[in-house]
């Protein structure tokens, strides 16, 4: 039961790491620590197997446990985050094609915009727009109701469209 376990595990992170980490990624916005609660991700869905009881997806279970594990990060980070947004990191200065800066400009702006979110419409914008879940996935993921699901991806989108039209981006990026 153990190698079949450790198989299981194993073919769900070639299945599912990539679009785990983007995840992570999007929600915490420094690619090391992603990795690390990606991997924190797998092995806590690797110690409690057992209670996955099958009656979801493996990925939206994974997603589940992704997202308790990234919160509980972002829990603990809050402090170290204030001081990051204070001194900002320098940007990439890779030089490349200009429509790839073009693209490259308008993605870092609207993630930018979409951690000054409150940490709900984010993740819902996050989980529902870009890794496009479906309502019931998104509820279970977040363990909402389906309800709160639609109604707070209504005020995220909104307040996302506000602060879009606040930087001044709405003419450079499609939402």
Known sequence: M????????????TDYSDSILKYIFMMVREFYQAEDLTQETFVKAYVKIQSYNRSSSPKTWL????????IDHIRKQRP??????????????????DDAIVIKENAKELYAVLGELKTSYREIIILRKINEFSIDETSEILQWSESKVKSTLFRAMKALEKKVKKEGLLNEIIV
Do not use: C, G
């Open 63 to 70: 997603y589940s446990i992704a997202h308790n594990v990234t």
């Open 80 to 97: 170290i985050m204030l001081f990051k947004e204070v001194f900002p990191n320098r940007r990439d200065e890779d030089p490349l094609p």
């Open 2 to 13: 153990l190698d079949y376990n450790k198989q299981e595990i194993s073919n769900w992170y």
